[in-house]
């Protein structure tokens, strides 16, 4: 079937309410925008390595009312990360924001549906806002997902204030009744000289097979610090887009981590853009993957404003019929002079069928900089495999620390104990590590 002819009947059964003002002519001008891109194709650069027509010719279930999905608090206990008693939660059930299933414990933190939003206070904001990704990933699945907003969430961080709790976010799908096809959607804000930690995961309950085409937008005001971090570990039968997008409009720090170990296709987009001068960013990446997953990350760190600085490491750890991508893109524009920009992909192949693409990029028109962009793609070390081995340690063993000590880098730069001591247990799980190899005492 043309998946081009399926969305349009999606279109066409979407029960979406009636939206005026910037949401309403958002969503319509996506419509039209997808309908003219349609989907991405090979044939697009930035499409290469993944094809995700195949996703869009399957039947899928649309949920635009969460009264009809059978999901409790209980359905959500098998997600909940470690922490989660001193931490904001918010629930995405098959797309749609329940703040019914949420629980916000920070008096200085706002969390509204978004259409709601937009017609108090934060209607400027939103106005403003909302949809910037669009000028950077002009394509059909980002413009699909802006003409399906709806039950969207808006978080707002209140001026000169630090969140104590973490913003824990979890997408659930629900597949016990069918295929499901989920397009959240979130509006971050944090206000002048506030501080924010984000964590976002995702689960599929259910035999059924998931698609979701996620975007978060989040805007970082002046004297502003951001800590995100991204945890994808869901089902075999789960494929994603996901999109995170930052834009950094004074002088204000980012700290981002996203860790991918399993589903089907997951392409990540992490964009960063510097509007103000004097911005800093840090992005780290680990993708740990086995069987037949398939995880395109795509970055894009643009330099608007002079006297930024951004430091970004990916690393993977690629077996069996697994496909690792890397796609970052460093801008430095005619005005930022003084940039420093540095990037670093790092790659290490387990089996004979695994596969790595990578490719770092910069863009400069600016004379007056520091930048620089590397790549490494090999297998482990057998010097130090023998190393390990003449000290007595099996080879399952050595294969074990070397492989911990590579993915070292990435996790020490998750800042939330709990969260750091999750995330090493999980990879810990997918490189088959067992419990008394496990080095703790460098990432605690």
């Known amino acids: ?139 059909g699945i980002n413009a699909l997902n802006t003409a399906f907003v709806q039950a969207a969430a808006f978080l707002h961080l209140k001026k000169n204030k630090v969140l104590e709790h973490p913003v824990y976010i979890y997408h659930f799908f629900d597949t016990r009744n069918g295929n499901t096809f989920s397009q959240p959607r979130s509006l971050v804000h944090i206000g002048e000289n506030a501080s924010m930690q984000v964590v976002e995961t995702f689960f599929t309950v259910g035999t059924g097979e998931s698609f979701t085409n996620q975007v978060m937008e989040i805007v970082v005001e002046k004297d502003a610090r951001l800590e995100y971090y991204k945890i994808q570990n869901d089902s075999s039968e ?75 490491l990916y690393k993977g750890v690629v077996d069996g019929k697994a496909t690792g991508i890397f796609n970052g893109k460093i801008f430095v524009r005619k005005d930022a002079q003084k940039t420093n920009a540095y990037q670093s992909n790092k790659n290490i192949l387990l089996s004979e069928t695994a596969t790595v693409n990578a490719k770092p990029q910069l863009e400069i028109f600016a004379d007056d900089v520091k930048c620089s962009h590397g790549c490494t793609v090999g297998s482990l070390d057998e010097e130090a495999l023998f190393y390990l081995r003449s000290r007595g340690l099996s080879l399952d063993q050595a294969r074990s620390l070397l492989l911990q000590a590579f993915a070292m880098d990435i996790l020490e730069n998750i800042h939330l104990e709990s969260i750091r001591s999750h995330v090493s247990s999980l990879i810990s799980q997918r490189l088959e590590i067992n419990e008394h190899d496990r080095i703790r005492d460098d990432i605690e």
């Open 238 to 312: 789960s494929s994603q887009v996901s999109t995170t997008h930052i834009r950094q409009l004074g002088k204000s720090y980012t700290h981002s981590v996203s860790i991918s170990l399993n589903g089907n296709i997951v392409r990540n987009n992490l964009n960063v853009i510097f509007e103000a001068d004097h911005c800093e960013s840090h992005l780290y990446g680990l993708y740990c993957l086995k069987g037949q997953t398939h995880v395109d990350n795509h970055t894009v760190v643009d330099n608007v404003q002079p006297h930024c600085f951004s430091n970004e």
């Open 1 to 139: 079937m043309n998946p081009t002819a399926n969305i349009k009947d999606y279109f066409d059964q979407a029960v979406l309410p009636e939206t005026k003002g910037k949401i309403g002519s958002l969503r319509k001008n996506a419509q039209q925008l997808y309908t003219r891109l349609g989907i991405p194709t090979t044939k697009q650069e930035e499409w290469k390595y993944t094809r995700i027509n195949g996703l869009f010719s399957k039947t899928y279930q649309l949920t635009s009312d969460l009264s009809k999905v059978p999901v409790s608090s209980g359905d959500i206990d098998a997600l909940r990360l470690p922490g989660n008693a001193n931490a904001n939660e918010l629930v995405f059930v098959n797309g749609l924001f329940s703040l019914e299933l949420s629980k916000i414990i920070s008096k200085d933190l706002i969390v509204l549906p978004l259409e709601e939003a937009a017609t108090d206070e934060f209607s400027e904001t939103i106005a403003k806002h909302l949809g910037h990704s669009g000028h950077y990933l002009k394509d």
